[in-house]
């Protein structure tokens, strides 16, 4: 599934992370390409190591770990710390998948990239090309979104960036696994989750139906979770 999550950061918040990110140092992007990445990334990044990206990543870590409609869709077991990236001046970055399993910084273990995800921080005005192409089940599907917003997708898809043609497109990118590595189990989970959050203010408090719905819910999470 390919779904955007609208206001994950307030425009203030965006202003705030982007005068920080205006002001940092940019590498160039291909020294932290893999081999699946290497000979098609031109960008710039920020050093995962930085204390700035740091700082910015947790901020928006603990948006995410308030916003329901992220939660319902990814069931997050473990979330990459932030990264961000940079494209000007024709910059893109060519048809890859994402590796699989990665090393997480800084600690002891692994994270296993179920779900894809990009922010937006700057808004689409302020730059020409720079959509992020996915090819999904029903053919390619090319996303610009507005600050703040964000777009999250399996990470098995081929995707690629368009050259940025005039300005800078700024965004953060990360991993997500999830409880639930398979994308139709998630899928259906998000659908069960979303129609009773909006059946229940229609019910009176404690009704039987919704009750029951809630248990399969928790109960099918039960059987597919991995944790
Ligand atoms: O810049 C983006 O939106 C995606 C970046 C990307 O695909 C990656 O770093 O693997
Ligand atoms: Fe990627």
Redo the contacts with the bound molecule.
Sequence with gaps: MLMTIDGVLNKDEVRQIRKHLDQSDWQDGTKTAGSL?SGVKHNQQLDENASVAIELGNHILRRLGSHPLFISAALPERIYPPKF?RYSGGGH?GA?V?GAVMPLPGVHGTLRSDLSA?LFLCEPDEYDGGE?TIETAFGAQQVKLEAGDMVLYPSSSL?R?EPVTRGARV?S?FWIQSMVRDEGKRTLLFDLDQSIQSLTPRQPKGDGDILQLTGVYHNLLRRWAEV
């Design positions: 990445a990236n970055y890859h994402d990009t992020l995707h960036v965004c990118f």
